[in-house]
């Protein structure tokens, strides 16, 4: 299977038109925004902006998320223990949501983008296939993090009673939308095109190794 | 092949690079990848004049979604509700700014920028008002993809409903519905918006950048 790679062209990223490579950056002959034919730095980009995450992802754990004073007594609550509340009072559904959207799905997204960043840069047992789908799964995923966030603004604003109930965000609100956005923008800046390139490449050098292997005192068989 | 294949009857797939003929596809069809799966390009059905109605209705329910009062609690015999834009007021107010942005960029200003977007553009090629400056304009609609968290919002809402429940009287208002039809109007804008479509009359329209590379 040939790739527009090989053919010196290259997809607008914006507009999805074949440009024939010329100059890097590239304008687009449809839309003339300017662009690179694969993600430039893509993988030092995903990895900043995953270490980034991962570091704002600790102080989001730690810190109260939300504060519900009762009677002017304050009560903290962090994301994990919010869920803990959630199953000692039986909300089982919520407690699953909460828990997949505000703890899985970060963890999943920042640990499956080093797996991802790591395989494309050393080629060890690298599936594109699937990892292109993993890596798609990881994009939808995204913005669903931002579950807890919207809870905690919905329960500031609705839950107003003045000194008999009032809720507050707590300080971990803010490192958690941080990690959030971060993941988002780590998963932006991987390229999946580059699995694709390197297993491609990853095939040429092997074959190569296997002719090479092959060839001294007799001929190089031609293999396909 | 050299550099002078020409692009147009081409068509790369935007998640794993492999080439492959551009296929003719009628309304309703789309092609996949055969390697990785991804949609190359989809042709969709009555585009301009699906996305044309769901922005204008999604734009109308605008107002009432963000000035309704969503839900209201009541406790103690204390009563107090809350629209979207209530939400925003009270954050800044306690001084919760990045959640106040957050939730103003994500649920508010993104999704009207992207149905005010795709209400332009099928506007303008409903009725033939084509200009250059769509080029760009379309381009950037593109930027916000990923931006619009409106159902994430919606869940947020069901979360909260459910947290509150428990404990005190809730009611819910006539907010809730204006907030679920715009979500349903923005998403289904932004699904009718066929972009290949689009974007293949646009460059029709404004292809004097093509004749210079044919000519250079």
């Known amino acids: ?224 | 092949m050299n550099n002078n294949t020409n692009t147009s009857l081409l068509v790369a797939c935007q998640q794993c690079d492999a080439l492959y003929d551009r296929p003719q596809l009628k309304q309703g069809q789309l092609a996949k990848c055969n390697r990785c799966g991804s949609t190359l390009i989809e042709r969709k059905v009555d585009s301009i004049e699906r996305s044309f109605n769901w922005s204008l209705a999604g734009l109308l329910l605008m107002l009432p979604a963000i000035l309704l009062p969503i839900m209201g609690v009541t406790l103690a015999g204390q009563f107090h509700q809350a629209s979207l834009f209530d939400c925003i007021l009270v954050l800044i107010d306690r001084g919760f700014f990045m959640i106040a942005c957050l939730v103003f960029l994500f649920a508010i200003a993104v999704p009207i920028v992207r149905l005010a977007g795709a209400l332009y553009i099928s506007y303008s090629f409903k009725f033939n008002k084509l200009k250059p400056s769509l080029l760009n304009f379309f381009r950037a609609y593109h930027h916000l993809d990923n931006w619009a968290m409106l159902n994430v919002f919606m869940l947020g809402i069901v979360v909260s409903m459910y947290k509150l429940i428990d404990d005190t009287e809730l009611s819910v208002n006539l907010g809730l519905l204006a907030f679920i039809l715009w979500l349903i109007c923005s998403t289904m804008s932004a699904v009718a918006l066929d972009q290949d479509y689009i974007w293949d009359k646009l460059e029709q329209a404004f292809s004097k950048d093509e004749a210079q590379d044919e000519n250079s």
């Not at chain 1, 962090?78 to 407690?95: K, M, N, V």
């Not at chain 1, 798609?136 to 913005?143: A, D, I």
């Open chain 1, 1 to 224: 299977m040939k790739t527009a790679k090989q053919l010196e062209l290259t997809l607008c990223p914006k507009c999805h038109k074949l440009n024939s490579l010329k100059a890097e950056p590239q304008q687009c002959s449809r839309c003339n925004g300017m662009f690179y034919q694969r993600k430039r730095n893509s993988l030092q980009y995903t990895l900043a902006w995953n270490f980034a995450a991962l570091l704002a992802f600790i102080p989001a754990n730690l810190y109260p998320i939300m504060i519900v004073y009762q009677l002017g007594i304050g009560d903290e609550a962090t994301i994990l223990s919010g869920i803990g509340e959630f199953i000692d009072h039986g909300l089982y559904p919520i407690a699953v949501i909460i828990f997949t959207a505000s703890i899985i799905v970060p963890l999943l997204k920042i640990i499956g983008l080093f797996v991802l960043v790591y395989k494309v840069h050393t080629g060890i047992r690298l599936k594109p296939d699937k990892h292109s789908k993993f890596y798609h799964m990881l994009e939808v995923l995204g913005p669903w993090s931002m579950l807890d966030v919207f809870v905690v603004a919905l329960m500031v604003t609705v839950v107003e009673l003045g000194f008999v109930t009032s809720v507050a965000a707590g300080p971990a609100i803010n490192y958690f939308t941080i990690t959030v956005i971060f993941t988002m923008f780590a998963a932006n800046s991987f390229d999946p095109r580059l699995l694709w390139d390197k297993k491609a490449d990853n095939k040429i050098a092997t074959q190569a190794l296997l002719l090479s292997e092959n060839s001294p005192g007799t001929l190089p068989e031609e293999k396909g």
